[in-house]
């Protein structure tokens, strides 16, 4: 799955000042997502615009209401804390198949895939032809935003509609999908716009004018930019899955221009950089940690290892014309992006517990890598699984969001020591098949996971008619 962004712009103008002063865009500080405090994401409105949405519950009393209501309606063992929880895919295909056949529609143990937060285990049972995802679960309730996430944990459940598009990018007895994700790119057309405003911009500012010129060059920028199309690929834009990836991509873009306050300790590429670089653009990207899996002898089981998500970053050239280019001499200032995005990786754990949208990205990845192994292995064609409910756009809709089209440019902008720098920041890139990689997999040295799969095999098997069990 790739999935990318860019647009970070500095400018610099002198001022014959020596102390800092931010009295120029002030970073906004947003809290950390909590029941108090706003629940943050996104919303898409019906002419496919991104922004940023808050979600007020300042008593708890929305969340408490939804925990409460979930409770009521959620099978007792199903609430119950699991640190491994099986889901059958065949068993819950057939279940869906029976349920949508009786005029039903998934339940939310189906939708929500029996609480599981993550996929940790993939295994294939040949006598039984069965294909079973394995993980940690908890019952699960709405947060303010209504992301349903875990009723301890906070962590976000894995989808019944994500996993359909992961496995559609990677569908039994036909070629994979290459690459999945995102771009969100300034077109060409507006950083012509924008190297022409750049010319306007004084060397010096005086004092007394400071605060005047510093919002006009921040409106400048903004107007030059105008908005960023969005571009979905591999899979359907109208989907949860493809919301997320943008979603994550632009709530990490706003940390880095010092937009949105992280929920941990963090400096924004804002907060490193010093003095601004003419024509130089910063690019932030996602990709996973390819060293991630690590597989049985025999093929049969499969574990997702290690934290799984990094950011990347890159300088890169504009041209006269508006066209981008690798800068081959990246500025000092690259230094600052190239911190910034090590710290996002060292602390994306820390991150993804406490803003769930980055653990919502991680599992996104995990599901598409183990579908990837999935296809890889043949693990359909040799359980006889069709797969065809899933596979049903009619049977089992993933295209029922508004797909996002375009979204503002954002603009921080602050006076630095004497000197006025304007930001405007982005990015997503992954490609399962990297993980599949022979040189990549991980062996199992000491017959863990073999032992894991021997485990399941050997337990007490729920009823035929059951998919999920612990």
Known sequence: MRCRALFLLLVAVAAPLSRPDRAAGQAVALPATTVQLPTFGVAVDAAGVLSLKTFEDPTGRLHAEQVQAFRQKLAPNLLAHSPIRKVSLVRLEAALRRAL????????????????????????FPQSNDVVIAGPAEGFAPDPSGRVCGLTSGRPTLRLDDLAVALRAFPPGKRPTPFVG??????????TRLQAFQKTVPRAVPEAARAETGDRIAAGMRTALGSAPI????????????????EADYRMKLIGIGLEQPPVRLKSFFDLAGGGHQGILERWWFTPDY????????????ELVGDRVQLLSEAMKIAAEGQ?????????GNRASDQFARGF???FPDIAAKSPVYAELR???????????????????????????????????????T????????????????????????GVSINPDKALAPDRLLPDKDGKLAKARGEVDGAKQPPADRWWWD
């Open 101 to 124: 056949a009786d005029g039903k529609k998934p339940d939310d143990a189906m939708r929500y895939l029996a609480g599981l937060q993550r996929i940790q285990f993939v295994f294939f």
């Open 363 to 401: 599992n996104l990845i995990d599901m598409l890598v183990a579908c990837a192994f999935m296809q890889q292995q043949n693990y359909a064609d040799r359980a006889g699984w069709k797969m065809e409910t899933f596979a049903s756009e009619q049977a089992l809709p993933v295209q029922t969001e």
């Open 291 to 302: 060293d991630c899996l690590c597989v049985s002898p025999d093929r049969l089981s499969m």
């Open 231 to 246: 571009r979905v690929f591999g899979i359907p834009a109208e989907s949860h899955f493809a919301q997320v990836l943008v």
């Open 345 to 347: 990786t060292q602390k």
């Open 324 to 332: 981008l280019s690798e800068s081959k001499t990246p500025p000092a």
């Open 403 to 426: 797909a996002p089209r375009e979204v503002p440019c954002a603009v921080n902008a602050a006076w630095r020591g004497g000197r006025f720098t304007a930001v405007a920041g982005g």
């Open 182 to 191: 995102c771009t969100i790119d300034p077109t060409q057309e507006a950083m």
